[in-house]
């Protein structure tokens, strides 16, 4: 194992490099793809299955069915889909996005009490408006929890993927270190990265849930 | 008509709303269950309506059901002759449980069902209603920084903003204090009297049912039934100590059997 | 949501098996379609599932990553519920403790990949420390949530009562905590299964996640690879399913305990 002023010494080696920029910069690019192309399809989905009770009935065994599979196992569909590269590891991140979102979104439209969509029905509100002014509000502070823990599963998953399915990344870092000399600081220093982005990712989600018009349900619990 | 009980309204007034043979039951367990049966009942035109009746004989089920949230399992409801099929913002509905939106602020939620008015005018009308319900200088709080009466308060603000010419209200001091109460009915006979709108007015107290109404239908235990309606022929500002009064109140408990355990 | 009516009974069964056959259907004419010579058609793979039933290595496969899971979500359990209601009962250690745990939680369990084959090798001790790690941190915060969610007015009913503080957390925090316990172990489990599949497919050469990764390189046997993802899939819900359960019976019994 190496000391830490090894780790200090490769996170340098990183950076004189330039690598340690290239490869955050390519994690962070395949997160925020598979994520947010996760979160544009699940959440609509979501709301819109949560709302018809056939849906619901329809969709949710298939959903928990599919859920407990490690998206890691899609690594040789993906692989044969989208080859080694970039599409495969966003392929891999939306997938592991994708079931927690949707569940996510399909409870948070259950536990809206039934007064407030009573309340809105009651002043006339159009389909639309009744979508825009009641069930968004209603369920944001939920969605957005779901989207912060969401978020942790693909910062795990796309450091998995790159272990196996490209040759860029923190992940490939990490395997591509051991595996070309046990240059085990740089292990580890591709470590202390992974750490640290990860939590300033679940900072940034969380301040967000601090905002004040998403922050009802926070503060009457 | 079967019924023995007087269900028409004062005949002077226009008849606002009739119900007709309502039934309603639910499925639980697969076994159906009886909670309404065969109610008639007519309201009229700017009249004070009290729903009195014992916890769970279907009071709830029965005003959501006039409020077009439920349909009924045989019967319907006409207002202004009309066939009530859905929710509609002529006539509002405050709800038993809080219905507020915690997400809106004070001002939001009583601006909530004006979205068809100008800015300028929404702005003059939660103006009016704040000011109207006493929540003056809490315009942009959230309900979760408000207290119980008050967040009941904004809920009336909120209904009465639309003008609607229907109030629905599912025992909307229940849950207040009794000072608060004594309050929120001066305020709401207050309204009531400057605007003439037809309410129907769910309680299980027997007095807030004398002190307000202008007829209130007694109802019997599960499945529920109109049992009787007591005119209430006395002028407002009504005083609780008249003999009148007394005579009513105790009429009211005899008939829903409880004289002798008081 | 929707106000409708009581739904009645065979719509349960009718809706997703309605939805499982549009879905095995479509499956079907889009690989016949492609006319692709690699990707499994559902017949295919049920042919695939049929064969591995009938050799020992898939039950092997699915016992050893049962296995696993089970030692390292034990130890972890053992390990993360005690340290987390003390975390949680002691804001001023949890205060020292936080920030390093707060670094060390967003590095995904598979990072450690690497740090896990030098300390234990290539085989099952990698294995189940990858998923002690995966499970660990989510225990510990469930129960440090969970104790510091139990209503104050609690600990002051236990107080006045003359609890001493190892009393009141046997017999006041940890019950009144135990519900959100009980789900942060299920979410933990939950992880641990995910965590074993990629495990296994890097660190050690037996599991469900082996055959998975074998299936393709020892030949491109697709079939196989999604027959693999299949018996996953049942296992993961067969695991939450029982947690649930039990949090059923959980709770009954602690509601006889109450009552007593
Ligand atoms: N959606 C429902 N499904 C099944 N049963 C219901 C439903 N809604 C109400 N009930 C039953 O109908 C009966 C009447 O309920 P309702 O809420 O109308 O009573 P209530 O007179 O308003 O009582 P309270 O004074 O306590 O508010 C109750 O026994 C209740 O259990
Ligand atoms: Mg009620």
Known sequence: MP??????????????????VKYVVASLFRVTWGFTLAAILAIPLGLTIGWYRRAEMAFNPLIQFLRPISPLAWIPIAILWFGVGDLSAIFLIFLSCFFPLLLTAINAVRNI???????????????????YRVLYPAVVPQLIVGLRITLGIAWLVVVAAEMIAVNSGLGFLIVDARNAGNRYDLVVAGMVLIGLIGLLLDIGMRSLEKVKSFRWSYSEE | MESTVAITATPTVETKLRAEHISMSFTRDGESMPVLEDINLEVGNGEFLCLLGPSGCGKSTLLSIIAGFLSPTSG??????????????RRIFVFQERGVFPWLTVEGNIGFGLFKLTRAERDRR????????????????????????????????????????????????????????????????????????????????????????????????????????????????RDINSARYLELRTGIFNQIGLAHHL | MTTLAESRNWEKFFWPIAVAAVLLVLWHYSVVWTATKIFPSPLDVERGLIGLFHKNVLWNDIADSLRRVALGFGAAA????????????????????????????????????????????????????????????????????????VPSVFRRAGRNFGLTAAQLLARVVFPAA??????????????????????????????????????????????LVVAAMLIIGVIGLLLDSGFRRLEKIKSVRWGFRDAS
């Not at chain 1, 780790?7 to 080696?13: A, F, R």
């Not at chain 2, 319907?76 to 913002?89: A, F, L, N, S, T």
């Not at chain 3, 975390?87 to 690497?114: E, F, K």
Request: with cysteine.
């Open chain 3, 78 to 149: 053992i390990l993360g519920i005690p340290i987390g209601l003390v975390l949680g009962w002691y804001p001023a250690i949890d205060q020292v403790v936080n920030p390093t745990m707060q670094l060390l939680r967003p590095i995904s369990p598979i990072a450690w990949i690497p740090v896990a084959i030098i300390f234990f090798g290539v085989g099952d001790k990698a294995a189940v420390f990858l998923i002690f790690l995966a499970a660990f941190f989510p225990i510990v915060v469930a129960c440090v949530d969970g104790v510091s969610n």
């Open chain 2, 126 to 237: 939660i103006a009016h209603y704040i000011k109207m319900v006493g929540l003056e200088g809490f315009g942009k709080s959230y309900p979760s920084e408000l207290s119980g009466g008050m967040k009941q308060r904004l809920e009336v603000a909120r209904a009465l903003a639309v003008n609607p010419d229907m109030l629905f209200l599912d025992e909307p001091f229940g849950a207040l204090d009794s000072i608060t109460r004594l309050i929120m009915r001066g305020e709401l006979l207050r309204i009531w009297e400057a605007e003439r709108k037809t309410i129907i007015f769910v309680t299980h107290d027997i007095d807030e049912a004398v002190q307000l109404a202008d007829r209130v239908a007694v109802m019997s235990a599960r499945p529920g039934r109109i049992q009787e309606i007591v005119n209430i022929d006395i002028p407002h500002p």
């Open chain 1, 113 to 131: 009490p039934a007064v407030y969509i009573n309340a809105g029905r009651n002043f006339g509100l159009s389909p639309g408006a009744l979508v």
């Open chain 3, 178 to 223: 135990l519900p959100q316990i009980i789900i942060g172990l299920r979410i933990a489990l939950g992880i641990s299964w995910l965590v074993v599949v990629a495990a296994e497919m890097i660190a050690v050469d037996s599991g469900l996640g082996y055959l998975v990764i074998d299936s393709r390189n020892s030949g491109k046997h697709y079939d």
């Open chain 1, 3 to 20: 000391s830490p002023w090894g780790v200090v010494g490769g996170l340098v080696d990183l950076t004189s490099h330039g690598l340690l």
């Open chain 2, 76 to 89: 319907e409801v006409k207002i202004d002759g009309e066939i009530v099929r859905g929710p509609d913002p």
